[in-house]
């Protein structure tokens, strides 16, 4: 029994889970219609599924987010590509009513498919750029993406004129809040994405790569494996990534806000990483781990909404989180931890 | 003619920058050439100035300070509230913000150096709990109309010679800005701080008290935060959270412009004032063009910001 227990503790995804649980068994006792699931006009309704709604994109950058830092980098530029794709959709589709005999008609400028692959694609692009000077030029992940953060939101802005864009066009709005089989279509699609990657982690050495370039990047190259044209890779997943949420987040709000759109997104998604027990020194990396980090970051924000606390609340108790988390994952705490704890127990014996 | 000492070349390319950009500005728009538009550069940009000087020493350390921006929005909060809703006076509130900010400084270096925690991390909770504290004390903006801090605000030291006048922030960031030239180049401290950059490993092994010091720099970055927070607060006669937002990303780019290395241990305390000053020049640019949008200045920034640090890896190969 206490062997099992203590198997089960170890295993890495065991502190997340556990967080969230409490998290949930919390806002079950605080609020007792938490975990009520309503059938209503052909779909689920509930607290539950509205956390995975908007879990959604933070999910889906934290996913990226999860690569880069497993290979030593971080990408701060992520709001920023959030915004920059969300600008570039809403611009390509825009879209206005019109009647067309008698018929009112919802037309979007470009094709829907067509402002999807372009948003996307410059997405990629801005990762591609993070990824040529994190690996060609050799700059630190943490400048060239902040390169990328403080000229990107610009970028945003001047793609929008500094205006809110709003989007006329219903079909869009399928990404943020249609529903599929009575979920949250932005759930299938992190799902989705998350399944991906799990199948090329899983099933494929890029996994093993991915981490050999974490622990040890000379070393890694010595090995033969191509490391700078991996970590490219990883930064243009992690734009492409972010990409996507950008269009989930605008079309959820029918519009794209070049000023806050993906704002301090970059250190939520860094903070669902960091929850989800994958080290920000690189190497050892937990795709499902990020995934229950951003469901525990979303689920703290509703529980702080839910419980009539005021949200301003909420920053203060993410540094807690955040403090507590580091401070459990420093091996030097821990020793002092149990410094602390043993000493006293074992008396005056060596 | 004698060769320039190659540790002074990213330095001079600053000032070089920062004179060809002043040049351009002079020719291009009238009335640009004149004292008091420079010494406005100054006066709005103290604060940053300030948060630059203790950045500097972050980053030559070889860390980084994300915590700056909240730390000086608590500042303006923490002395709005002090000042407008328990009437305390001026001379009472600045040392209390001062030594707030700089024990928050203390204990986010202690974490570091204790617990060998990522100082990114760190100084990103301090960020939230920064943030969320001011939100804490009022969501809303407190305006400050208590008589001594309105003087403050408003007194104006003429310069001799020019016929132009600075504020009291302006001289705040020129003496703090001394000082930190004369703690980098003069003291143990500075020289310990330039070690632990270059190479921590060593430093431990040169018997450097690198534990210390560590502390130590993210100490005095809390100080020049609050510092910066009180001239903010001149500078805006206010108290609000969402004040300085993005802050620290600025004052880093103005330190990487004033040509220190972001890999520790290269640099100086008076490039970031150059890197201040660039940045400054930028707005005032782009505001006497006027059919510019504001979002250029960003894109702009992020534009130097690439070209430095394109720089910045030109040199660094070059030296090894």
């Known amino acids: ?350 | 003619m004698r060769r320039i000492d190659p540790r002074f070349v990213p330095l001079l390319g600053t000032i070089a920058v920062f004179a060809l950009t002043a040049g351009y500005g002079s020719v291009a728009y009238t009335g640009f050439f004149s004292a008091q538009v420079f010494l406005n550069l100054l006066i709005d940009n103290a604060f940053l100035c300030i948060v630059g000087v203790g950045m500097t020493f972050v980053i030559l350390s070889g860390g980084i300070d994300l915590s700056v921006g909240s730390v000086i929005a608590l500042t303006t909060m923490v002395s709005a509230e002090l000042v407008e809703h328990r009437h305390w006076s001026a001379a009472q509130a600045i040392p209390l913000v001062l030594a707030i900010g700089t024990a928050f400084g203390a204990l986010m270096g202690w974490l570091i150096q204790r617990f060998r925690l990522q100082p990114f991390i760190v100084t990103l909770a301090g960020m939230f709990l920064a943030r969320g504290l001011c939100y804490l004390i009022s969501i809303d903006s407190i305006s400050i109309t208590d008589a001594t801090y309105t003087a403050i605000a408003q007194a104006r030291v003429p310069v001799p010679g020019t016929g132009a006048s600075i504020t009291v922030g302006a001289i705040v960031a020129l003496s703090t800005l001394a000082v930190g030239i004369w703690l980098a180049q003069v003291t143990e401290f500075g020289r310990t701080v330039y070690a632990i950059g270059g190479n921590e490993a060593s430093a431990v092994l040169m018997g450097l008290p690198v534990p210390r010091t560590t502390v130590l720099v993210y100490t005095f970055s809390g100080f020049c935060s609050a510092l910066a927070g009180v001239v903010f607060t001149f500078y805006m006669l206010s108290g609000y959270g969402l004040h300085a937002v993005g802050m620290e990303l600025d004052a880093i780019a103005a330190v990487v412009i004033g040509g220190t290395l972001l890999s520790g241990g290269v640099g100086f305390v008076a490039g970031t004032l150059f890197g201040v000053l660039i940045l400054g020049i930028i707005q005032t640019l782009i505001a006497f063009d006027g059919s510019l949008s504001s979002w250029w200045t960003r894109i702009v920034i992020g534009a130097l910001l690439f070209v430095f640090c394109l720089l910045q890896r030109a040199f660094e190969a070059r030296r090894r």
């Not at chain 1, 902040?146 to 970028?155: K, N, P, Q, S, Y």
């Not at chain 1, 529980?303 to 030097?332: C, D, H, R, W």
């Open chain 1, 1 to 350: 029994m206490e062997a099992a227990l203590g198997s089960i503790s170890r295993h890495r995804l065991f502190w997340p889970f556990l967080t969230l649980a409490l998290l949930l068994a919390a806002n079950a006792i605080f609020n007792p219609g938490f975990w009520q699931l309503q059938w209503r006009d052909g779909h689920l309704y509930g607290n539950v599924i509205d956390i995975l709604n908007r879990a959604a994109p933070l999910a889906l950058v934290a996913l990226g987010m999860t690569l880069v830092i497993a290979t030593r980098g971080i990408d701060i530029s992520v709001g920023a590509v959030v915004a920059i794709a969300a600008a570039v959709a809403a611009l390509m589709i825009g879209g206005e009513l019109v009647v067309k005999n008698g018929v009112q008609t919802q037309v979007s400028r470009f094709p829907m498919g067509l402002a999807i692959v372009a948003a996307l694609a410059v997405a990629a692009l801005c990762g591609l750029w993070n990824g040529l000077l994190v690996a060609k030029v050799g700059m630190q992940p943490i400048i060239a993406t902040l390169i990328l953060m403080v000229a990107g939101r610009g970028v945003a802005q001047l793609l929008t004129g500094g205006q809110i864009i709003t989007v006329y066009y219903a079909p869009y709005f399928f990404l943020g809040n249609g529903f599929l089989f009575g979920l949250p279509f932005a759930v299938f699609i992190a799902a989705a994405v998350w399944g991906l990657l799990h199948l090329l982690m899983t099933r494929t050495a890029l996994g093993l790569f991915i981490q050999s370039i974490g622990i040890n990047p000379a070393a890694a190259r010595v090995a033969g494996l191509h490391e700078r044209l991996i970590t490219v890779c990883v930064y243009v997943f992690c734009g492409f990534a972010a990409g996507v949420a950008g269009l989930v987040i605008s079309s959820n709000v029918k519009s794209a806000d070049g000023n806050n759109a993906g704002m301090l997104m970059e250190l939520d998604a860094i903070l669902a990483v960091t929850l989800g027990g994958t080290a920000l020194t690189g190497g050892r990396f937990s795709l499902a781990g990020s995934v229950f980090g951003a469901l525990i970051i979303q689920t703290l924000t509703s529980t702080i909404y839910s419980i009539g606390v005021p949200p301003e609340i909420n920053m203060v108790v993410k540094a807690a989180v955040v403090f507590v988390v580091m401070l459990l994952q420093s091996a030097e705490f821990r020793a002092a931890l149990r410094a602390l704890v043993v000493r006293p127990a074992a008396g005056g014996a060596p």
